[in-house]
Nanobody
Framework: QVQLVESGGGSVQAGGSLRLSCAASGRTYSSYAMGWFRQAPGKERKIVAATTWSGSSTYYADSAKGRFTISSNNAENTVYLQMNSLKPEDTAVYYC?????????????WGQGTLVTVSS
């Protein structure tokens, strides 16, 4: 059974940091790159960052460049998103997923996501 479990969200003030974690199981995730996506209220879900499991290739949306860092632990099937210098516009539900194609096309099965709220 495919399972994606995101964690690490919370409420922070602008300028603060959070580290999100995504535990993947049930699929041969090692065969696919992984991405973090986010969906703000009333908006479409969009890619934030992506990485291969080896870390040899990464991608960042313009909104994440210079502030967010994606990383992975292949042995634990876990992907992380370190978010620094958070802004109120980063407020969203964050999801992880495997990528059908690089760098933003994800499979259809999603986890429950983790909510990030940034106050000004």
């Amino acid at each position: 059974q495919v399972q994606l479990v995101e964690s690490g969200g919370g409420s922070v003030q602008a300028g603060g940091s959070l580290r999100l974690s995504c535990a993947a199981s049930g699929r041969t995730y090692s065969s696919y790159a992984m991405g973090w996506f986010r969906q703000a209220p009333g908006k479409e879900r969009k890619i934030v960052a992506a990485t291969t499991w080896s870390g040899s290739s990464t991608y960042y949306a313009d909104s994440a460049k210079g502030r967010f860092t994606i990383s992975s632990n292949n042995a634990e099937n876990t992907v992380y998103l370190q978010m620094n210098s958070l802004k109120p516009e980063d407020t969203a539900v964050y999801y992880c997923n495997a990528l059908k194609s690089w760098p933003r096309n994800a499979f259809d099965t999603w986890g429950q996501g983790t909510l990030v709220t940034v106050s000004s």
